[in-house]
């Protein structure tokens, strides 16, 4: 069998054992790109509060939580305001399950809470990322992530004297039948798509990376439970003393430790990076004396560092405005429909032909026909006979 044939088979094989996968994974990446504008135009009373004049202080806040849920075991600023009129969101863990608890944050009332992976955005999330199969699926998800990869290079090399041609708009679109419409289709959005599949499919592969190394799978003993950490510091004061320790951050995050000894940490992002993990950045203080203990900041790192950073945004597209949300969500749905196209091209390809239609007796054959088609042999003892016509 020749290479270009084999190639062409693994190209397909590819497509088909992960269409139907991929149709899921496309779709819910593809809603996900929104996931804030969803998430506020679904939930506007929960997330959204009217403005007022000045916020509490975040340790209002943090006892206000600590008090409306007495049986938590531990309580975190899970997703700071970062615009007036935002609701700060709590996470709140309590008798094994894991609560987001939002509240208004100019007059400390909770507004309200839903448990994790209950609601629209935070389903869809584990769908793309699990397939709500926890470790069994993450490993599926990255094994997709490298079939993707394989299709797109075997692709590449199918198509390769086309790409150009595409990419100058040399090839036109013919719709004589859907056979040749569907191959049109899978040549030019295969390759319009190729860089950004590319993109998608070795950044998502990295971040489900984990769960090959054995560090995923060692068992550790168990925290005890313990009550939610009584703060002695200022969280505002700690907030100030980061934005000094990183000029320009933006604090996202905040994590409490489970015992009076233990760290702060501070999690957030910087302006004109937007490309580097919004949380990535980190000034951790000491719980007791609120002295700074380490800073990390992703714009010190090496390049290396600064790229691992970016594979969030690069994957979900929520390092740009509406524009690039669009092209993420357009984009991020090909690999779909090009499992689609591929597997109409593979079933017409594998489909058995029909028999040529016999010529009935006494059709007529004209001149110019003879030259194309070639005329059934004569019988022994036939004579010949010039054509009619």
């Known amino acids: 069998m020749k290479s270009g044939c084999k190639l062409f088979q693994i190209h397909s094989l590819l497509g088909l054992v992960t269409g139907a996968l991929l ?3 496309s779709l819910s990446g593809a809603v996900l790109v929104f996931e804030r504008e969803i998430d506020h135009a679904l939930n506007p009373d ?4 009217p403005t007022a004049r000045q916020r509490l202080p975040l340790n ?10 007495p049986r938590a075991e531990s309580v975190r600023f899970r997703r700071l305001p970062q615009e007036r009129g935002e609701a700060p969101e709590m996470n709140v ?3 094994g399950r894991y609560l987001l608890v939002y509240l208004n944050p100019y007059t400390g009332q909770v507004i309200g809470q839903r448990q994790r992976y209950t609601f629209l955005i935070d389903w869809l ?3 793309h990322y699990s397939l709500f199969m926890g470790t069994p699926g993450e490993i599926v998800v990255a094994l997709l992530a490298v079939a993707l990869m394989g299709s797109m290079a075997t692709g590449l090399i199918i198509y390769r004297k086309y790409l150009l041609k595409v990419l100058l708009f040399r090839v036109p679109l013919v719709g004589k039948n859907w ?5 049109g289709l899978h040549r030019i959005v295969g390759v319009w798509s190729l860089l950004f599949n590319l993109l998608i499919a070795i950044t998502g592969f990295y971040m489900l990376y984990p769960v090959f190394t054995p560090a995923h799978y060692r068992q550790e003993e168990p925290e005890p439970v313990t009550r939610p950490f009584t703060l002695s ?3 505002d004061e700690l907030i100030a003393a980061s934005h000094r320790a990183i000029p320009g951050f933006m604090p996202r995050s905040i994590s409490l430790p489970a015992r009076a000894d233990g760290l702060i940490d501070i999690y957030g992002s910087v302006p004109g990076y937007l490309l580097l993990n919004p949380y990535g950045n980190q000034v951790t203080f000491d719980a007791v004396t609120g002295s700074v203990r380490e800073v990390y900041d992703l714009r010190r790192q090496s390049f290396l560092t600064q790229l691992e950073s970016a594979s969030g945004p690069l994957h979900f597209g929520y390092y740009g405005g509406t524009t690039v949300k669009i092209l ?6 090909t690999p779909a429909f090009l499992s689609l196209t591929g597997g109409l091209l593979w079933w017409r390809r594998k489909r058995p032909k029909a028999p040529a239609a016999r010529r009935t007796k006494g059709q007529q054959v004209s001149p110019q026909d003879t030259g194309r088609r070639r005329l059934p042999a004569l019988r022994p003892g036939e004579e010949k006979r010039p054509l009619a016509g």
Do not use: F, M, N, P
């Open 23 to 25: 149709l899921v994974i």
């Open 46 to 49: 929960l997330l959204t509060v």
């Open 60 to 69: 209002h806040l943090y006892e206000q939580t600590v008090k409306s849920y």
């Open 93 to 95: 863990a309590q008798e």
């Open 125 to 127: 999330l584990r769908l």
């Open 179 to 183: 056979r040749v419409l569907s191959s």
């Open 233 to 235: 510091l200022s969280l």
């Open 328 to 333: 993420y969500a357009l984009l991020g749905l």
